[in-house]
């Protein structure tokens, strides 16, 4: 029943392995991206450490939205996606599997930097720590919000503009839940309210976006 | 022939029918447009607390009402036309999105110029502010999502995706903003405390809501009448109506 999940994922994966450097540009955007911002904002440590939270949030959604433009692009111009879609098997895991290969290509070194940026930007051990784990939870709604929006946009010329301008207005509540646990943390309040939400969020997309993916996929390809 | 819900789903027939109810809708937004005015501008008493300042509601509110409905509005036939494969909901959602996201934008454009005398400033991060943004950029990125794609049929669907997608999203949106807004710093100024409204007040700015509805009603048909003739403009009926046009 899982054959055609873990048959893509690993696909994706040894594609990915075999572009080192392609599946390292993610995490080189999200690292210039952020360092950008001390020279924008000016190099004072509090308000550094204030706005850190939002800053690695942003870029990761950024960077999330950058590298999701390819992630069904590839297959569709080699013929491949077509084939997936009539091959028999659920088109759910083929999407899910995609979207899963994009978390552990491009979400999960973000998540590993993370720490090292908020380290620059000044910011208290708890309060990296909830970075991280708002990042785990987060990063994959991303994923699964810019796999949607990779499919609805498959093959178009603006395609990576318009991708962001229509995934991003989704992606606020995973911002504001995200960036808002590191801020609670640091006023000293607790976040699991938070990552409770955001959990929720991670569930709530898990169960609908990838039918809307699958559906995006079969009007874009029609 | 018997009147049934399909009848005017053909579009020739809605043409017809919207030729005629077109001129209606303006001579109805007009007069309301004019009463809701007159009973706004001259008859509500001053408020006690804003002065003449607060008389901005009566565009303000009824556009915040337009944007948030017809955002729904458009969703409902877009998934109708997706669903159904019913050609004429799907230009009926494509043609609402233009005067949404004109209704949100006027919202935001006249609660900023509300905001400056009440507030101190054009714009504050407030819950409702920031929804009505992020519900302009939904409009905008429906709009851009379904111009990008030239193939018709696909861009209907696509835009019926998303709208749904949206308009799901909505209300998480606009509850993730309430909560983010309340835990930084609350806006100082709430509506919500607002006194009651006096009855002229509420009749006016009931009168200029009706009129935005015969507006929306007048610019959406006139839209739609304008790509069911680019649509079908290979249908006999189309060549008859404009011979020697576009072909």
Redesign the interface.
């Known amino acids: 029943m899982n054959s055609v999940f873990a048959a893509v994922l690993a696909r994706d994966l040894r594609l990915a392995a075999r572009r080192r450097i392609e599946s390292l540009l993610p995490v080189a955007f999200f690292l210039v991206a952020v360092s950008l911002f001390p020279l924008g904002v000016g190099p004072e440590p509090q308000t550094l450490r204030q706005i850190a939270p939002g800053i690695v949030w942003v870029c990761s959604l950024l960077a999330a939205m950058l590298s999701v433009n390819t992630l069904y692009a590839g297959d569709l111009a080699d013929g491949s996606l077509e084939q997936m879609l009539l091959a028999p098997g659920s088109v759910l895991q083929l999407v899910w599997a995609k979207a899963a290969a994009h978390w552990l290509v491009s979400g999960l070194p973000l998540i590993v930097a993370a720490p090292v940026i908020g380290l620059m930007f000044g910011l208290p051990a708890q309060a990296l720590a909830t970075l991280v784990v708002g990042l785990l939870l987060g990063t994959p709604i991303l994923s699964l919000l810019g796999s949607?929006g990779a499919a609805?946009?498959l093959g178009?010329?603006?395609g990576g503009m318009?991708l962001i301008?229509?995934v991003?207005?989704?992606a606020?509540?995973t911002l504001?839940?995200g960036a808002?646990a590191v801020?609670?943390v640091g006023s000293g309040l607790s976040a699991s309210g938070h990552h409770s939400?955001l959990g929720a969020?991670l569930i709530a997309s898990a169960l609908?976006v990838p039918w809307?993916t699958a559906?995006?996929l079969r009007?874009?390809t029609? | 022939m018997p009147l049934t819900l399909y009848t005017f789903s053909s579009p020739p027939r809605f043409y017809a029918l919207t030729g005629v109810l077109v001129p209606v809708c303006w001579a109805l937004c007009v007069a309301l447009t004019a009463a809701g005015l007159w009973m706004g501008l001259f008859v509500a008493p001053t408020d006690a607390t804003q002065g003449e300042v607060y008389r901005i509601i009566f565009i303000h509110v009824p556009a915040a009402w337009m944007s948030m409905l017809l955002y729904l509005v458009m969703a409902f036939w877009a998934g109708i036309g997706w669903a159904f494969n019913a050609r004429l909901a799907s230009m009926v959602a494509r043609a609402i999105a233009p005067t949404g996201a004109m209704f949100t934008f006027l919202a935001l454009w006249t609660g900023a110029l509300w905001g400056r005398p009440t507030w101190g400033t054009y714009w504050v991060w407030d819950a409702r502010l920031t929804s009505e943004l992020?519900l302009l950029?939904?409009y905008?990125?429906?709009i851009?999502?379904t111009e990008?794609?030239d193939d018709v049929?696909?861009a209907d669907?696509?835009g019926a995706?998303?709208a749904?997608?949206?308009s799901?999203?909505i209300p998480?949106?606009y509850f993730?903003?309430k909560?983010?807004n309340t835990?930084?710093q609350g806006a100082t100024v709430s509506l919500t405390a607002a006194p009651k409204m006096a009855d002229t007040m509420l009749t006016a700015m009931l009168l200029m809501t009706f009129a935005c509805w015969a507006y929306a009603f007048a610019v959406v048909f006139t839209r739609t009448r304008a790509l069911i003739l680019e649509r079908e403009c290979g249908a006999a009926w189309v060549r008859e109506l404009a011979p020697g046009g576009a072909r």
């Open positions: 949607l609805l946009t178009l010329r603006s318009l301008l229509i991003l207005p989704l606020t509540p504001i839940f808002g801020d609670a939400l969020l609908v809307a559906a995006a009007i874009s029609e | 992020i950029f939904l905008l990125g429906y851009a999502l990008a794609i049929r696909r669907q696509a995706l998303l749904i997608v949206g799901v999203n998480i949106i993730s903003v909560w983010w835990l930084h």
